[in-house]
Structures are given as structure tokens and as C-alpha cells.
T-cell receptor, first 115, second 111 residues
């Protein structure tokens, strides 16, 4: 039981390059989330998926796209990376229907630097 | 913007109880108080949550005032490994709505 797994853990991009952050969970959770955290700041929600087949914008969606590939996987794509997207990205999941306590489980983070 | 208010930092002596306050004066009737912590840039970790009754688990206790406008997270015997940023968050339980993180409280446990 790995929990929430994010790849890659580290990435350096040049401005304008594209990349996809991958997230997978093995806890049969319905909801999945992508957050970013800038140095010294709290987490801010980028996108979330309440269930397979649905996605919604969070607080800071501009410059990102997401795909809920199946119940396990939720990817975050940067189409044209900018230095302002240098951050640590966290994926989270939670909720198994009737037993949903609202607790979220987080991955270890993906550290992205855009030069 | 986060709807809770927490002190930016606190210190606590190792082995003593750490009491972390949180104000949530605009909390709605269906919103729970959740506490998470983040140890040195790791992913946040769930600690505890509650609606109006006090709650206790193996990690901590949560004391919520009768008017629900504030709460206190208690770590009964703080250790150096409890040094972290602690976040207090309002959210309806069992919903897919997102957690909204504020700046939290940096708790430093001193030897």
C-alpha cells in the first residue's frame, strides 16, 4: 500500500517547455487534488477531481490542465512553463463514499524549477 | 482566503504540552475544524477533526469552544519530531470540497 505516489520528484524546465506531473493513489479514493506551495506559503489548490470523469478549477488554475485518467490517476500538465510556476506541487486524495471522513492523504511532493 | 486565524509561530519545551490556538469566528454549522501538519516541506499530514465535541486520538486532542468560534489543538507530550507547521482548516466533512490552507503556525519544539 503505497498511498499517494507522485512522479517525478524533481524537475528542471526551461521557460516555454511543457511537462506532466503524474499522481496515482491505491486507496480507492474518489477525490483527487493538485496543490502548489511556494516558499514560506501555505498550499493553494490548482485543480481537483471530485470523482472519476470530473474536474474543477481551484484557486490558481491558470497555466495548468488536468486529466483524471481513471479512478487511480490524476495528472497535472504545464503546457508552457513560466518561472512563476516554480514551486512544490502536492497531489492528494480522499473520500471513499459512505466512509468519507474528509481526511486527505498527500504525496511527498514534486519540486519544479522553471529557468 | 483562509477563514481561520492562527499565530504565526510558537515554541514549546520538549515533553511539555503544546497548545495551538485557532480562531474560526465565521464557521458555518455544517463545517468541521480540521488540523493538519507539515513537517519540513513534506506532504501535509492529517491530525484530527471535530464538529463541536472535543475529540482525541493517538496523535492529539482537539478542544472546540461551545460557540465554535475557536479551538485548540493539544499535543500532550511534544517531541522534537513534532516541530512542523500546523494548519487549522474549516471544511464540511465528507465532501469533496477542497481544503483551504492558510499560513498556519510554525511550532518549534525546543530540547
Amino acid at each position: 500500500n503505497a498511498g499517494v505516489t507522485q512522479t517525478p520528484k524533481f524537475q528542471v524546465l526551461k521557460t516555454g517547455q511543457s511537462m506532466t506531473l503524474q499522481c496515482a493513489q491505491d486507496m480507492n479514493h474518489n477525490s483527487m487534488y493538485w496543490y502548489r506551495q511556494d516558499p514560506g506559503m501555505g498550499l493553494r489548490l490548482i485543480y481537483y477531481s471530485a470523482s472519476e470523469g470530473t474536474t474543477d478549477k481551484g484557486e490558481v488554475p491558470n497555466g495548468y490542465n488536468v486529466s483524471r485518467l481513471n479512478k487511480r490517476e490524476f495528472s497535472l500538465r504545464l503546457e508552457s512553463a513560466a518561472p512563476s510556476q516554480t514551486s512544490v506541487y502536492f497531489c492528494a486524495s480522499g473520500g471513499t463514499g459512505t466512509s468519507d471522513t474528509g481526511e486527505l492523504f498527500f504525496g511527498e511532493g514534486s519540486r519544479l524549477t522553471v529557468l | 482566503d483562509a477563514k481561520t486565524t492562527q499565530p504565526p509561530s510558537m515554541d514549546c519545551a520538549e515533553g511539555r504540552a503544546a497548545n495551538l490556538p485557532c480562531n474560526h469566528s465565521t464557521i458555518s454549522g455544517n463545517e468541521y475544524v480540521y488540523w493538519y501538519r507539515q513537517i519540513h516541506s513534506q506532504g501535509p499530514q492529517y491530525i484530527i477533526h471535530g464538529l463541536k465535541n472535543n475529540e482525541t486520538n493517538e496523535m492529539a486532542s482537539l478542544i472546540i469552544t461551545e460557540d465554535r468560534k475557536s479551538s485548540t489543538l493539544i499535543l500532550p507530550h511534544a517531541t522534537l519530531r513534532d516541530t512542523a507547521v500546523y494548519y487549522c482548516i474549516e471544511k464540511p466533512s465528507g465532501s469533496a470540497r477542497q481544503l483551504t490552507f492558510g499560513s498556519g503556525t510554525q511550532l518549534t519544539v525546543l530540547p
